[in-house]
């Protein structure tokens, strides 16, 4: 959801996009009406790289949650600024709230100035994915515990003692937890502690080997299967493939240069820290980076049928949700929801993503290693 200023490029380019809640809620509304299942909110605390105003995400998912009625909304938290004992209760009200309508994303965070302004310490990259992994265990924990025993913890960042929650959680065992990163530290936080773990876009065989890493690791901590994938995209959706080209080839071409260069400064700074120098973005090019979760890479830009048959692709992979994001919320979200996601549905009725091999000679070549 663009519950921040700016859309979802970092572009000059027109949009029919507003981070108001009025907005919002119709997004969220439309969506729920089209098919969609989940929403995401994003958390920033400060201004950057395009987006000046900035609503708080649990709020804002809680706004959105008390206007919709079948839609589950991921409200993005960063650990640092939030204390898990906090973010468990705040998010199990609003699961009771919601009839079990919430999820978190928990962001390790890549913006040190963020951190700084509000006085939070600026962990180098291996401690900020342990300090969240931590986090995802508390609010598991917490969310869990027996209620004649309470949650007990002594970690490095956390600590709690016969800790009784009341009331739980709706949702059982408890709300969704998501992260995402490309880090060995994040593959590990994936494989060890969340339910869902998202990707960035990237080309065919990224895809492909994040995926089967973050199984073998979830393999070897004994949660094989307990782990899902979900990749953002950006979707431009026209009747031909040429105009949707030319469509792409505007937004970036009207990039906000300054913003662009700023944001891959400070995001490849933090990826080439990682031990397999290997972090979110570390290999993104200033193009990619016009959208800030490498969304153009993902190729969702074509025609309808182009689009659909992406996605059963992705879905052969193992990606279980596409969130995407558009230029121009106010129409894209309905178009997506009644162009797109019935042929989703019609070639998954004919029994198709689930043949990797078949998808990939289908429509593989449009991932094939990313070059511009």
Excluded at 2 to 27: A, E, F, M
Excluded at 156 to 169: E, G, I, T
Excluded at 207 to 234: P, S, Y
Aim: hydrophobic share 40%; glycine share 8%; charged share 25%.
């Amino acid at each position: 959801m663009p519950n921040v200023s700016g859309g979802l490029v970092v572009s000059k380019i027109r949009q029919q996009t507003s981070w108001d809640l009025k907005s919002n809620l119709r997004y969220a509304q439309t969506a729920e009406r089209v098919g969609f299942e989940y929403a995401l909110t994003q958390i920033r605390f400060t201004a950057s790289y395009g987006a000046a105003n900035q609503h708080e995400s649990v709020s804002f998912s809680q706004a959105l949650l008390q206007g919709t009625e079948r839609l589950k909304v991921i409200a993005a938290i960063l650990p640092g600024p939030w204390n898990p004992a906090v973010a468990a209760k705040q998010l199990a009200s609003i699961d009771n709230y919601s009839e079990g309508r919430i999820a978190v994303n928990i962001v390790s965070g890549w913006f040190k100035g963020e951190f700084t302004a509000i006085g939070e310490w600026w962990l180098d990259h291996a401690e900020r994915y342990r300090r969240s992994n931590e986090f995802m265990q508390c609010l598991r924990g917490i969310w869990t515990a027996p209620d004649d025993e309470g949650f007990t913890f002594a970690g490095d960042f956390y600590r709690f003692r016969n800790y009784r929650l009341s009331p739980k959680p709706v949702q059982k065992p408890h709300p969704e937890i998501f992260q995402g990163g490309n880090s060995d530290d994040a593959r590990n936080n994936g494989a060890e502690a969340c339910d869902w773990y998202f990707m960035n876009g990237n080309d065919l065989e990224g895809f492909r080997t994040q995926i089967l890493d973050v199984k073998a690791r979830t393999a070897k901590v004994g949660r094989e299967g307990h782990v899902r994938f979900a990749v953002n995209g950006f979707v431009i959706l026209r009747e031909t493939e040429a105009e949707a080209m030319r469509v792409l080839q505007e937004i970036q071409g009207k990039a906000d240069v300054e913003a662009v260069n700023a944001f891959r400064d400070a995001v490849q700074t933090a990826g080439a820290s990682t031990d397999n120098k290997q972090g979110m973005w570390a290999t993104s090019t200033f193009n990619d980076l016009v959208q800030y979760n490498d969304g153009f890479k993902t190729k969702l830009i074509g025609t309808k049928e182009q689009i659909a048959e992406r996605i059963v692709l992705l879905k052969s992979l193992g990606v279980d949700l596409v969130l995407t994001a558009f230029l121009h919320y106010e129409v894209d979200i309905e178009q997506f929801g009644k162009e797109v996601l019935p042929l989703v549905r019609e070639l998954e009725a004919q029994g198709r993503g689930k043949d990797v091999t078949f998808e990939i000679e289908q429509t593989g070549n449009v991932y094939r290693k990313h070059t511009s």
